[in-house]
């Protein structure tokens, strides 16, 4: 019940092209969704992130689309480029008691931007 | 500044050796956690210090030991080490334990021979 699925497991788009990863849960107890971008060699950077109670987010070309009934929220990046090529994970926050919170991350989509 | 910094970068060792990683902020974060990342996987918890207590010990080997000197320095310290133990080990912060906004870093890509 503490499984974020991720899909697709990878992605391939062109320049300018809307790249949309997929995630969904189960655990009605997430109240945080983060998206992080990771680059070859790097640690994972916080992109975007949406609570439950907004449907969508928007900061410059990501977008998140949250859809609370059907628990799934997923990402959009608009006019993509070669810069965005990168390891996208979701994750989701819930409170686990005695003052601690678990993050469940996703699999991981690995996206690649051709020119 | 709103870094993460890692030490080392990169960090080879053997089964008997013992070594420390270091990370360090200076964003006045009150939690820093200790990631660990295989190839191709999401990042696993190990542990979570929460105003330099540690509030979180997800069932790591006792060969790795987390250590926290002050609110803006972590350590993990390594012993005994397995070459399944091979990763990139990352360091976090955050204002505070509740997962939102954490800042990674780079981490340390560690082989066990």
């Known amino acids: 019940q503490q499984q974020v699925k991720q899909s697709p497991q990878s992605l391939i788009v062109q320049k300018g092209g809307i790249p949309i990863i997929n995630c969904a849960y189960e655990?009605?107890?997430?109240?945080?969704f983060p998206w992080y971008q990771q680059f070859p060699g790097k640690g994972p950077a916080l992109l975007i992130a949406?609570?439950?109670?907004?449907s969508e987010k928007k900061e410059g070309r990501f977008t998140i689309s949250f859809n609370k009934s059907a628990k799934q929220f997923s990402l959009h990046i608009m006019d993509s480029q070669p810069g965005d090529s990168a390891t996208y994970f979701c994750?989701?926050?819930?409170?686990?008691?005695?003052?601690?919170?678990?993050?469940?991350f996703g699999k991981g989509t690995k996206l690649s931007v051709i020119p | 500044d709103t870094e993460v910094t890692q030490t080392p970068k990169h960090l080879v060792m053997g089964m008997t050796n013992k070594k420390s990683l270091k990370c360090e902020q200076h964003?006045?974060?009150?939690?820093m956690y200790w990631y660990k990342q295989k190839a191709k996987k999401p990042p696993e918890l190990m542990f979570v210090?929460?105003?330099?207590?540690?509030?979180i010990n997800e069932s790591v080997p006792s060969r790795f030991s987390p250590e926290c000197p002050n609110s803006s320095l972590l350590n993990l310290h390594l012993h005994a080490l397995q070459p399944e133990d091979s990763a990139l080990y990352l360091c976090?912060?955050?204002?505070?334990?509740?997962?939102?906004?954490?800042?990674f870093g780079s981490g340390t890509q560690l082989s066990v021979l």
């Open positions: 964003m006045g974060h009150r939690a």
């Open positions: 655990n009605t107890a997430f109240d945080y």
């Open positions: 949406i609570r439950p109670d907004v």
């Open positions: 210090y929460s105003y330099e207590k540690l509030s």
């Open positions: 994750a989701a926050s819930s409170y686990s008691g005695a003052g601690s919170y678990q993050l469940t």
């Open positions: 976090a912060s955050s204002w505070d334990s509740t997962n939102e906004k954490l800042f």
